[in-house]
Nanobody, 126 residues
Framework: QVQLVESGGGLVQAGASLRLSCAAS????????MGWFRQAPGKEREFVAG????????YYADSVKGRFTISRDNAKNTVYLQMNSLKPEDTAVYYC???????????????????WGQGTQVTVSS
């Protein structure tokens, strides 16, 4: 039922900032935890950030902690990823995903998410 559409990716230089957006359809967006994942060529898809259904608590991969911020606006059915101080190793396709299960907590395994966006490319040059 739910559809997710990411936007905001692009090509930037190291040290720049980008803000990704994920627009969700459906009437129960506010009851689901959300996550951002990324996948670089030849690499496995990895967890980047997650946010509880209330927006009260957030989680981050160690590699992005202190640089990235996840947030959500339940009134707009949208989740965001603010990325600052970007590094070349941040280059990847970024995906938005919905946690499987109503009112369930944030987890880091891709198998625990049941809806995915098409992805948006982020490229950081040195």
């Amino acid at each position: 039922q739910v559809q997710l559409v990411e936007s905001g990716g692009g090509l930037v230089q190291a040290g720049a900032s980008l803000r990704l957006s994920c627009a969700a359809s459906g009437r129960t967006f506010s009851g689901y935890a959300m996550g951002w994942f990324r996948q670089a060529p030849g690499k496995e898809r990895e967890f980047v950030a997650g946010i509880t259904y209330s927006g009260y608590t957030t989680y981050y991969a160690d590699s992005v902690k202190g640089r990235f911020t996840i947030s959500r606006d339940n009134a707009k059915n949208t989740v965001y990823l603010q990325m600052n101080s970007l590094k070349p190793e941040d280059t990847a396709v970024y995906y938005c995903a919905r946690r499987a299960g109503f009112l369930q907590p944030v987890v880091r395994n891709t198998q625990d998410y049941d809806s995915w966006g098409q992805g948006t490319q982020v490229t950081v040059s040195s």
